[in-house]
Every structure is written in C-alpha cells, then in structure tokens.
C-alpha cells in the first residue's frame, strides 16, 4: 500500500485546537503510564543562519502508528518573506515498519501541540479566574498560545511585549480582531507586561533571560515554552527558586534543555524543588495548584509524543473525511 501524502491546508482545516489539546492531554498521560516510547531529541543548530532542527520521534502503546518529525526554526527569514517555522512529520505502522504517511504541514502540527502543551499546563496549574495575561513573544507561537489559552481559561486584557515592537503591533491588530472582547495593550518592556499578570506565557528563542522573579505577583502561573533547548532561556533562574510549585512535560528532559537546566546549573535549585511532571497531574498522582496565592512554573520542552498524539489525530480525522472507495 502507498504512503499516503497530505498537505498544509487539509491537515489545518481537519484538526481543531480542542482537539489536539483533548489529544496532548491523553499523550502526558501516556508518558507518565510508561506508555510512551521515545529517543531523545536530536538539535542541530546552523548559527551562520539563526537556524535550529529538530527531530523528534515517538510512539504510544496501543496506537497503530509511530512518528519521526522534523521541524525547524529560522529566524532570519521573515527578512526574506518566508515563515520561521518549516517541517514534516513521518508516520509509520507500527506493526510493520511500513511508511503510513508524510505530513506536509510545514510546522503547522508542532505549533498546535506546543500551543495545546500550554493549554494543558494552564488548565491544570493557573488559577480558575484570571483577569491579566501577558504574552513575551510576538510571533506564531505567542498567536496560538493565546489562542489554545481561551480554550480553557476567560481573560479581560492582554500585554504583549517582544524586542521587535513592529510585530508587537501587529500581533495586537490580528488578535484584536479574533478575541475583540479582549483589552491588547503593547507594553513598553518585559517587566511592564508581566507585573500584575496573572498569567504569563513565555514565547521565545531567546538565548537571554528575560523575565525576573521580582516582577511575579503571588498566584500568578507562567507557562515558559521557547527553551527548547540547552542554550535557550526565557526565565532568570531566580524565577524557579521562587516558584512554589513547579512542573516540567520531562523531568528528564527539562534537566538538559529546559528552564530546569538553567537554574539547577546557577545552583539555586536542587532536583527536590521540581515538583512533577504534567502527566502525573493529570493521572491524579500529583496534585496541581493548591492554593490562589501559589507562583507556578510550567517548563515545556516538547515531546515526540505530542507529536505521535496530534499526527495520530490528524490520520483518524483524515480517515473520516476520506470520500468512500479512496
């Protein structure tokens, strides 16, 4: 049988963000119910070009597929007119090893499983009723972020702040547009969006840390997703010192690429300050936030299985849709 191929604009139109958040959700469980099988990551980094790859693999037990993705990050290119992001998933059946599938969608499934990781996180880690959220990022990933956001939390107002104010502008004008019932506020640093936030998503390649414990008010949650790797940080290591609770996707891999790897490598945390993992939440072995005035961290490296979740989901969808007798 040929390996079917499928396209950007099919896989958007096919799979929502409910339900690849529905999806994600069940791969943390997964991970955390030793189901999950999955190497470790593979980066390559191209400094000459601001680039970075990665290649991600994972499977589920019980599922018909296993996946190898590569996705990509280049950051000069909006310079030249093209996207940031770029990548491709590879499905296979399990069962044999036959190639199932090539997922040409360009990124588009990492963003929605990063964004849907968010999305999990906040469901489970902030407070049930948040008036302020900011955003340090203005680029795709700071859009889906917030977009996965409304799905599992109302919010009145919105700063956003990045190093380039030009896409700050115009994160505000698209968003303003989808959620008109939201306040956009373009701040005029880091610090003026994050004081008084109840919520703070962090989205960013930044190899610099940019937002400060002394900036956090009690009860708010912050979501940091951009340190993917183990130059990358978004968060000083002080944040995490301060943080009464603190949950990484992979403890495993948070130690050698997330926020966790900075801050256990300045020495202001040991391994007893990392509280969980997200799986184990949602499993119910751990609980989550307990108390309104709680500070939560929530280090999201990214998973291959995020990425075995949301491609099994597209392939089910795809199924669905498919006209009968094709």
């Known amino acids: 049988m040929e390996a079917r191929l499928y396209f950007e604009p099919e896989i958007k139109r096919l799979v929502s963000l409910k339900e690849a958040i529905r999806a994600v959700e069940d791969a943390f469980a997964a991970y955390n119910s ?23 693999a994972a499977y589920i ?10 996705a990509s990050g280049f950051y000069r290119n909006p310079e030249r007119g093209l996207p940031v992001g770029n990548g491709l998933m590879q499905v296979f059946e399990a069962r044999t090893g036959q190639l199932a599938a090539i997922l040409f969608d360009r990124g588009y499934l990492t963003e929605l499983r990063t964004a849907a990781a968010g999305a999990v996180a906040a469901r489970y880690l902030a407070r049930s009723s948040i008036d302020k959220v900011a955003v340090i990022g203005s ?14 939390r109302n919010f009145k107002q919105v700063a956003v702040w990045s190093r380039h104010p030009e896409n700050v502008r115009r994160y505000i004008e698209e968003m303003s547009a989808i959620f ?15 004081r008084e936030a109840d919520l703070v998503i962090t989205a960013t390649p930044s190899r610099q840390p940019i937002v400060r414990a002394e900036w956090l008010k009690p009860g708010v949650h912050i979501t940091a997703m951009g340190s993917d790797g ?39 945390i040991d391994e007893k300050k990392i509280t ?26 990214g998973l291959g299985v995020q990425d075995a979740a949301v491609a099994g989901l597209f392939l089910h969808l795809a199924r669905e ?3 009968h007798g094709c």
């Open 180 to 194: 008109p019932g939201v306040a956009f506020l373009q701040a005029e640093s880091a610090e003026g969006a994050v």
């Open 276 to 301: 969980g993992e997200l799986g184990e939440i949602i499993l119910g072995r751990k609980p989550g936030r307990q108390a309104n005035h709680e500070v939560t961290v929530a280090d999201l490296t």
């Open 321 to 323: 849709n498919r006209p």
């Open 230 to 268: 183990p130059e990358k940080q978004e968060l000083y290591p002080e944040v995490l010192a301060r943080t009464d609770r603190l949950f990484c996707d992979s403890i495993a891999q948070c130690r050698r690429l997330g926020e966790v790897h900075h801050a256990l490598e300045a020495g202001l």
């Open 61 to 70: 037990e019980g599922e018909d597929y296993y996946v190898i993705k590569i």
């Open 139 to 152: 680029g795709f990933q700071a859009r889906f972020q917030l977009r996965a956001l409304t799905e599992v």
């Open 34 to 56: 030793g189901r999950a099988v999955l190497p470790g990551v593979i980066n390559l980094d191209l400094p000459a070009f601001q680039g970075e790859v990665h290649v991600k």
